[in-house]
Nanobody
C-alpha cells in the first residue's frame, strides 16, 4: 500500500509561485494513476491534475490550465505540482493522491477521487 506525503505549501503573494512535492513510499508511483486535488475552506474538493497510468498525458482542471504544471520523477518516486500566477482563489489544502486501478480514466478520477491520499499541504495566496 503506497503512502504519500506532501511538502512545499506556504504563504505566497498573488502572482507568485510555489512548487509542491509528493513523496511516495511503500509502492512505486510509476505503477499508479496519480493526481493532485485541493479543497478550499467551505468548498468541495476539486480535482486539479491527473496523469493516467499508460497514456502519460496530463489532464488539468480548467481553473488551473496554463498556470499549473504536474510532473513526476520516477527515479525519486516523487510527484511535483508547480503553481504559477497564483490567485487568492487558489488558496486551499492541496493533496496528492494515487490509485492502482486500471479501469478508469482521469476524467473519472478527478471527479470521484482516488484510493490513496496524503495528508495535504496548505497554500495561502494573500497579501
Amino acid at each position: 500500500q503506497v503512502q504519500l506525503a506532501e511538502t512545499g505549501g506556504g504563504l505566497v503573494q498573488p502572482g507568485g509561485s510555489l512548487r509542491l512535492s509528493c513523496q511516495g513510499s511503500g509502492g512505486t508511483l510509476a505503477y499508479y494513476v496519480v493526481g493532485w486535488f485541493r479543497q478550499a475552506p467551505g468548498k468541495e474538493r476539486e480535482g486539479v491534475a491527473c496523469i493516467n497510468l499508460y497514456d502519460t498525458n496530463t489532464y488539468y482542471a480548467d481553473s488551473v490550465k496554463g498556470r499549473f504544471t504536474f510532473s513526476r520523477d520516477n527515479a525519486k518516486n516523487t510527484l511535483y505540482l508547480d503553481l504559477n500566477s497564483l490567485k487568492p482563489d487558489d488558496t486551499a489544502v492541496y493533496y496528492c493522491a494515487a490509485d492502482g486501478r486500471e479501469t478508469h480514466n482521469c476524467d473519472y478520477y478527478l471527479n470521484a477521487g482516488m484510493d490513496y491520499w496524503g495528508k495535504g499541504t496548505l497554500v495561502n495566496v494573500s497579501n
